[in-house]
């Protein structure tokens, strides 16, 4: 099981969009834990955590960055 925590920086055309709720439908099998988050009308990023298979964990960082949100790598 791996594990590997990122942040998301969102841009604002996103801000008010379920990327995190579509994110947990179609990655069920990783466990997606919001550790921080600061969000405002014109910026945002969240801390998250994510524990699972490590290729599922790529997958779901990728999938993410497709979406346009910019994956900063903190730990894994």
């Known amino acids: ?8 920086i969102y841009p604002p055309d996103l801000l008010n969009m379920p990327v995190i709720n579509q994110l947990i439908r179609q990655y069920s099998d990783l466990d997606i834990n919001i550790l921080r988050a600061e969000v405002s009308p014109r910026e945002g990023w969240l801390e998250v955590q994510f524990v699972g ?9 990728h999938w993410l960055q497709e979406q346009g949100i910019e994956v900063l790598t903190l730990g894994a």
């Open 1 to 8: 099981m791996a594990e590997h925590v990122v942040r998301l």
């Open 53 to 61: 298979n490590a290729a599922m964990i790529e997958n779901a960082i």
